[in-house]
């Protein structure tokens, strides 16, 4: 896979260091990090993730962080065709639909997620990260 969109809970658990997870999150992220895969974030997850690292860290920490993150992912706008997009979407979730559309204008192929029910009818297919990492390996 040339392009994944992360979701934020997947970058919340490298930050955060949530276990069980964080292990399978951060070989993915690790792919984007050495160049086997181009990664996104959806533009509104970029603020999330501050907003919940501020309550964690600090803001000084949290602006460090998210700086730091951008020099790893590219940023999928949520623009008004997203989220007119999005509006469309069979998903019960709005945020999800925001997020499955933003990946789309991009040109993913896949949302990286742990909730890959929670996209059903997306139009880019979410799997989980320990899904994920043997495709990534097999570029």
């Keep these: 896979m040339k392009r994944i969109l992360l979701d934020t809970n997947v970058v919340l658990d490298v930050l955060l ?6 292990e399978a999150s951060a070989a993915v992220w690790m792919a984007v ?9 959806a533009a509104d997850a970029v603020t999330t993730i501050h907003y919940l690292l501020r309550k ?20 999928a706008p949520v623009d008004t065709a997203v989220v ?7 998903l019960t979730d ?17 949302i990286v997620t742990r909730d890959p029910k929670g996209f059903r009818g997306s139009p880019v ?10 495709l990534l390996d097999k570029m």
């Design 94 to 110: 709005f945020e999800d639909a925001v997020t499955a559309a933003a990946a789309r204008l991009v040109g993913c192929e896949c």
């Design 56 to 75: 964690e860290m600090g803001n000084i920490r949290a602006r460090r962080i998210v700086s730091a993150i951008l020099g790893v992912f590219g940023v």
């Design 125 to 134: 297919r979410a799997l989980p990260p320990e899904a994920v990492t043997p």
């Design 33 to 41: 990090e050495t160049g086997i895969s181009e990664g996104f974030l």
């Design 17 to 22: 260091d949530r276990q069980p997870y964080a």
């Design 84 to 90: 007119q997009e999005a509006l469309q979407l069979p």
